[in-house]
Nanobody, 116 residues
Framework: QVQLVESGGGLVRPGGSLRLSCVAS????????MAWHRQAPGKEREWVAT????????SYADSVKGRFTISRDNAKNTVYLQMSSLKPEDTAVYYC?????????WGQGTQVTVSS
């Protein structure tokens, strides 16, 4: 089993920055990749970014490309999402996701609100 715990959400003004963290515990060896998704009120959950657990592969949704950076620290079993130039439309609950061998896991989510 893998458990995911997110942190770092909060209220930020438009144009500001925020860094989300996701700490993985448990059967870390089964993780293939980690990702962030988000769900805004009244909308479906959408993929934001992915990073491979073993190497430097990253991928981003067009809506965040150039503004968000996903990274991982294997020594700390942690994945980060650095968010810059935030816009009101980035307001959502952000979920950490782990792609495992034969399974997947979701974190509990952390709220990000971008408002003046």
């Amino acid at each position: 089993q893998v458990q995911l715990v997110e942190s770092g959400g909060g209220l930020v003004r438009p144009g500001g920055s925020l860094r989300l963290s996701c700490v993985a515990s448990g059967s870390i060896f089964s993780i293939n990749a980690m990702a962030w998704h988000r769900q805004a009120p009244g909308k479906e959950r959408e993929w934001v970014a992915t990073v491979s657990w073993s190497g430097g592969y990253t991928s981003y949704a067009d809506s965040v490309k150039g503004r968000f950076t996903i990274s991982r620290d294997n020594a700390k079993n942690t994945v980060y999402l650095q968010m810059s130039s935030l816009k009101p439309e980035d307001t959502a609950v952000y979920y950490c996701y782990a792609a495992l061998t034969g399974a997947s896991r979701w974190g509990q989510g952390t709220q990000v609100t971008v408002s003046s």
